[in-house]
């Protein structure tokens, strides 16, 4: 199972551990070859005539729960002829149990522990009870890129621009200190509940590089950009001040954001909150430990989507369907709230109880509940923990969809917001939202 299998349109993100661990090893001249199936479209055969080429002592591979069945049978291949000792990292490592016993793994944050590791050999890093986390985030060197590099990475949100766009993105900031019991590190690019910032001038340097690399627009890829309003702030006033003039996007939370702080985003150059609602059911809300208090998240979401609309900001909605005990009526409530908000996108997807997160440990107790998981919150096989059956489930998302998105009203505004950006896009967005399933969805 992988993301190509899903119904709904999908970003290419950088694979950021192998990006940060490529460069510290730069750093120390260690050459380093590193190779992307997800974008570089390349078949196993001339990925291990890469391999064969380039003769390395370790080969470092990134793989979540999504990707690991094809993950393991690379492994199982580049065993068979490399001498190289296998390195895995991320998300499966951290979280699954079982990896394969000629492999080294390393859990959570791996950009420091792998380098000291490939450079000393140090047995005594390797640790399978011990949370790998970066401390000192300004310390990393930025991710270095090609110029044609950067291009294969990619975004499934339309923006006002009227240009051929390439996409620069960045990480200010690592952790999340909230409790949602569907959260996972499939769902997070950081581990840990700390929350650590970058130097605000750091990123705007890396904001300037990937500017010089050719990005019309840049993608904070933090988990909530928003965390603190005053760090936020500190970062819109340096882009504001070095006047770089480059349209960004990030994700936020409702129950973090000002007005004064979304109108000096919007001064800054924010063209686009994703925003995690989840649901229009405070009992919902509340049981996903979104918040203490759902009454007050949903008065919440309202204001602040009625804010980004008068600042001109554009706002992507986030829905969960299927959550544990949901009702029809509550699923209901959620369609009703999406459109009161009036966002500028939707994403709706199925409650997924991924490994990592607080709802799979609950329930793994019982083998039975997740038998037969396929571990997409997209995808068309699910697990159902809600009061509705499989079938009117799916019925519902489409309904979701179609009492939202595909409303005349809302499809006229969109193209004329967005149309300009679609079709001098049109390659690149075509491969991003695959029309033909998602307009399954109607």
């Known amino acids: 199972m992988s993301e190509q299998d899903g119904i709904h349109p999908r970003s290419c993100c950088v694979p950021w551990a192998l990006k940060y661990i490529q460069g510290i090893l730069a750093e120390n001249n260690i050459p380093v070859a ?4 997800r974008v570089e479209g390349c078949s196993q055969a001339r990925l291990f005539s890469l391999i064969r080429d380039f003769c390395p002592s370790h080969i470092v591979i990134q793989s979540n729960s999504l990707e690991y069945p094809a993950c393991e049978d690379i492994l199982g291949n580049i065993k068979s002829f490399s001498r190289a000792e296998l390195i895995l990292i991320g998300q499966y490592p951290t979280y699954c149990e079982k990896t394969p016993d000629f492999t080294v793994s390393f859990k959570g944050e791996p950009e420091l522990a792998v380098p000291e590791y ?7 890093l390797v640790s399978q009870n011990k949370l790998n986390i970066v401390s000192e985030l300004s310390g990393l060197p930025f991710p270095r890129y090609k110029k044609e590099e950067l291009c294969r990475y990619y975004y ?20 999340c200190p909230y409790d949602c019991i569907f959260c996972t590190q499939i769902l997070r690019e950081s581990y840990g509940k700390k929350v650590r910032f970058r130097h605000a001038g750091s990123v705007v340097e890396e904001v300037k590089y990937l500017k010089s690399l050719g ?13 603190s309003s005053q760090y936020t702030e500190s970062i819109c006033d340096c882009l ?54 759902g009454q007050d998240w949903i008065r919440r979401a309202e204001e602040v989507f009625l804010w980004c609309q ?45 490994p990592g997160s607080a ?48 409303r005349p009203s809302f499809l006229l505004k969109h193209a004329f917001n967005y149309g300009c950006f679609y079709l001098l896009n049109f390659r690149k967005m075509s491969r991003v939202l695959d029309l033909r399933n998602f307009l399954n969805l109607n």
């Open 310 to 354: 008068k600042l001109g900001i554009a706002t992507d909605a986030m829905f969960i369907i299927g959550c544990p005990g949901e009702t029809e009526e509550e699923i209901r409530m959620s369609m009703r709230l999406a459109k009161e908000l009036h966002p500028d996108m939707l994403q709706v997807c199925i409650f997924t109880p991924y």
């Open 34 to 37: 590193l190779c992307d199936l």
């Open 118 to 124: 490939i450079i000393t050999g140090n047995k005594g």
């Open 156 to 175: 499934p949100y339309p923006v006002k621009i009227k240009k051929k766009v390439t996409w620069g993105s960045l990480l200010a900031t690592r952790g």
């Open 215 to 227: 990005a019309d627009i840049i993608s904070f890829e933090d988990d909530s950009f928003t965390l």
């Open 359 to 406: 709802v799979y440990e609950e329930y793994k107790k019982d083998p039975a509940h997740l038998k037969g998981m396929s571990p997409y919150h997209y995808g068309n096989k699910f697990i159902n923990l809600s009061k509705v059956s499989d079938n009117r489930l799916i019925a519902l998302r489409k309904e979701f969809y179609r009492n939202v998105v595909f």
């Open 240 to 293: 504001a001040g070095e006047k770089i003039s480059l349209p960004w996007i990030c994700q936020a939370r409702v129950d973090e954001l000002n007005f004064a702080t979304l109108r000096k985003m919007k001064e800054a150059g924010c063209a686009l909150i994703r925003f995690g609602v989840e649901s229009g059911s405070a009992r919902v809300l509340e049981s996903l430990k979104k918040t203490e208090n």
